[in-house]
């Protein structure tokens, strides 16, 4: 416990936020170029203070495959290859083949992954970011293992109860806890869902004055929860067919002020970020957390 007052109160000088994004925008290329500092746009270097402490645990399907590549086309130098990847998309696969219920595999692995980044943080200071990729295979993954095999529970299928419910919450609080420490940066990639709109809803929207509302992909309790319990959430947004001056590299940037139904936004992010931040360090920076400005521009005095 630490007792401060009002004006001695700093919550955290790390990150532990929420980047959400429809499906197959890019986020994770831009948050793993963002991290770096290497975006066209950048000019005051990367959160990190070196490549070798981002550390990307791949979970979602080629997760990582297209963050090298962009680089390149970022004209990012090769020492920004030197990040860390976790590639679990084998052991995600591994749950989907499981005949069997509470199946806590893939849970231990994730504790053992955070054991090795505790010590490869213990074992090369500086400053650390950690991009979870994604929330929403996390969640999924874990919600099979617990669940077990899909199937009719007349003819011996598995499925969720109200036990399994409160054991797949608990496993997805207890990540969260585990992995926003105040020892490194922490980005929880997640997807929103916004259900289609058939002409049966738009006819049931006038007559009961409702809407389709958008959602994070994570199912039950566990996901309404989630986004109260980071201290930052961004929505990723993406002008498509609009690149950066004479690049190919398309402009992305934080949207600070969505409009999202499952959540308002993130605490200061009114006060001091504007509501458009495309550099990540600068925004990072501006929220007061720590930033390393690995391949920093000389001129730059920020």
Same mark, same amino acid.
């Given at each position: 416990?630490?007792?401060?007052?009002?004006?001695?109160?700093?919550?955290?000088?790390?990150?532990?936020?929420?980047?959400?994004?429809?499906?197959?925008?890019?986020?994770?290329?831009?948050? #793993?170029?963002?991290?770096?500092?290497?975006? @066209?746009?950048?000019?005051?270097?990367?959160?990190?203070?070196?490549? !070798?402490?981002?550390?990307?645990?791949?979970?979602?399907?080629?997760?990582?495959?297209?963050?090298? !590549?962009?680089?390149?086309?970022?004209?990012?130098?090769?020492?920004?290859?030197?990040? =860390?990847?976790?590639?679990?998309?084998?052991?995600?696969?591994?749950?989907?083949?499981?005949?069997?219920?509470? =199946?806590?595999?893939?849970?231990?692995?994730?504790?053992?992954?955070? &054991?090795?980044?505790?010590?490869?943080?213990? !074992?090369?200071?500086?400053? &650390?970011?950690?991009?979870?990729?994604?929330?929403?295979?996390?969640?999924?993954?874990?919600?099979?293992?617990?669940?077990?095999?899909?199937?009719?529970?007349?003819?011996?299928?598995?499925?969720?109860?109200?036990?399994?419910?409160?054991?797949?919450?608990?496993?997805?609080?207890?990540?969260?806890?585990?992995?926003?420490?105040?020892?490194?940066?922490?980005?929880?990639?997640?997807?929103?869902?916004? @259900?289609?709109?058939?002409?049966?809803?738009? !006819?049931?929207?006038?007559?009961?004055?409702?809407?389709?509302?958008?959602?994070?992909?994570?199912?039950?309790? #566990?996901?309404?929860?989630?986004?109260?319990?980071?201290?930052?959430?961004?929505?990723?947004?993406?002008?498509?067919?609009?690149?950066?001056?004479?690049?190919?590299?398309?402009?992305?940037?934080?949207?600070?002020? @969505?409009?999202?139904?499952?959540?308002?936004?993130?605490?200061?992010?009114?006060?001091?970020?504007? @509501?458009?931040?495309?550099?990540?360090?600068?925004?990072?920076?501006?929220?007061?957390?720590?930033?390393?400005?690995?391949?920093?521009?000389?001129?730059?005095?920020?």
């Amino acid at each position: 416990m630490k007792k401060q007052t009002i004006e001695e109160y700093v919550p955290s000088t790390y990150a532990k936020a929420l980047a959400v994004a429809e499906a197959k925008m890019g986020k994770t290329v831009f948050l #793993a170029a963002g991290g770096l500092g290497v975006l @066209p746009w950048q000019k005051f270097g990367g959160v990190v203070d070196d490549p !070798s402490h981002m550390h990307i645990v791949s979970l979602d399907a080629n997760a990582a495959g297209g963050v090298g !590549s962009f680089l390149d086309m970022c004209g990012a130098d090769k020492g920004a290859k030197k990040v =860390n990847v976790y590639n679990l998309q084998d052991d995600v696969r591994k749950v989907a083949q499981s005949t069997y219920d509470k =199946n806590y595999d893939f849970y231990n692995l994730m504790i053992q992954v955070l &054991h090795d980044i505790e010590s490869r943080v213990k !074992s090369s200071k500086g400053i &650390h970011l950690v991009l979870m990729s994604s929330l929403t295979t996390l969640a999924q993954t874990l919600e099979r293992a617990i669940a077990g095999p899909p199937g009719d529970p007349d003819k011996g299928g598995l499925g969720m109860d109200q036990n399994k419910w409160t054991e797949y919450a608990r496993q997805i609080n207890e990540l969260r806890n585990l992995y926003q420490q105040d020892s490194w940066h922490l980005i929880w990639e997640g997807h929103v869902y916004r @259900p289609p709109d058939t002409s049966q809803q738009a !006819s049931r929207r006038t007559v009961e004055g409702g809407d389709k509302k958008e959602t994070i992909q994570v199912s039950g309790k #566990a996901g309404f929860q989630f986004p109260n319990n980071v201290e930052q959430v961004f929505r990723v947004r993406r002008n498509y067919g609009q690149t950066f001056e004479k690049t190919k590299v398309e402009e992305m940037y934080f949207d600070t002020r @969505p409009t999202m139904d499952f959540v308002p936004g993130g605490r200061l992010f009114t006060e001091k970020l504007d @509501p458009r931040e495309p550099d990540m360090t600068l925004a990072f920076y501006k929220l007061g957390l720590s930033v390393g400005r690995w391949g920093a521009k000389k001129s730059s005095k920020k």
